[in-house]
């Protein structure tokens, strides 16, 4: 099922800008990482985790652990990827892809990325496994494939969807809301999330207002 976003686009000063909006009391937040980064680490561990645990009822999330990766496909049909940190985050993000591609509820895949990043070696097969297992998800079909063309493809997915944001991306992490994604809105939201996010809301969540602070954020991002 698709879920359209509200965003009210209006002019302002000499450019475009943008102010989200909820539909049904929810934002969507969509999280562009590596797992082999230490700044998408420190903020899916300091920053998103224990503001969702906040906000999980008013919060839809997506997980695209591709980053700055580049792929290709071979004259024989099989793709073929380059990561920022070298092959070992091709197949951690492959193997994070293998468990977010089963159908699970936001709140676990959310706790199983906060587990894989709270390990030495994110992405690491003892890590995805351990933190798989948290979450009730299938270490059976993360081995299975991870090694089939599937993982590939599930990677390559990411790439795509990375590659369709509405400004290139240029850091990790990246984070978009509702669809939309600029880089001083990303850095907004990496470095201060709850209170950006909440200041989002047309009708706050009573966490929003009861745990306020004086951060005051900006309403609006320029495209």
Known sequence: MIILYSLVCLL??????????????KLRVS???EVLCPDS??????????????????????????????????????WQFKCQHDKAECVG?????????????????????YCDFGHSSPGSSKSVKECT???NASWSFVKSCMDSPKGDEILAHFGDITDALSSPLSYVPAIAINGFYSPSMSRDLEFNFFDTICSM??????????????????????M
């Open 12 to 25: 302002f000063d000499s450019g475009s800008s943008v102010i989200i909006k909820e539909v049904n009391g």
């Open 133 to 135: 297992g948290k979450v």
């Open 93 to 113: 993000n492959k193997r994070e892809g293998c468990v977010l591609y089963q159908t699970l509820p936001d709140f676990k895949k959310s706790k199983f990325v």
């Open 201 to 222: 809301f047309d009708n706050k969540p009573d966490k929003c207002i009861s745990n306020a602070t004086k951060f005051k954020p900006k309403k609006k991002h320029v």
């Open 41 to 78: 680490s420190r903020f899916i561990r300091e920053q998103f985790y224990p503001t969702y645990n906040k906000l999980s009822p008013f919060l839809d999330v997506d997980f695209v652990p591709y980053g700055k990766a580049r792929r290709w496909m071979t004259r024989d049909g099989k």
């Open 31 to 33: 999280i562009y990482y």
